[in-house]
């Protein structure tokens, strides 16, 4: 079975650039071993595409390693890019 490593990395600020929880453009996130750094409202709607990522799914048919979303809030949303890569062994 393909294992995929999944990264998380802020790309935009919208609103004034500024994050409420102090991410800055360029951050960047291992999944799983810094889910716990970053912001929780964040990581709650991004679960669902990391977990999609990380199984090898695809989102409506598309067969790209990466996509991107954003962060709850709507004054400063976070935009980020979720990428997968596969783990060689």
Known sequence: MTR????????????EG??????????????PEDRGKMCPSSFHNLFPWIMVMESGGSFFGSVEDHMTTGCPD???QVVYKISRKIVED
């Open 74 to 76: 709507y004054r400063h």
């Open 4 to 15: 995929y490593k999944v990264t998380i990395e802020v790309i935009d600020i919208l609103g």
């Open 18 to 31: 500024k994050c409420s929880m102090d991410q800055k453009v360029g951050d960047t996130y291992s999944y």
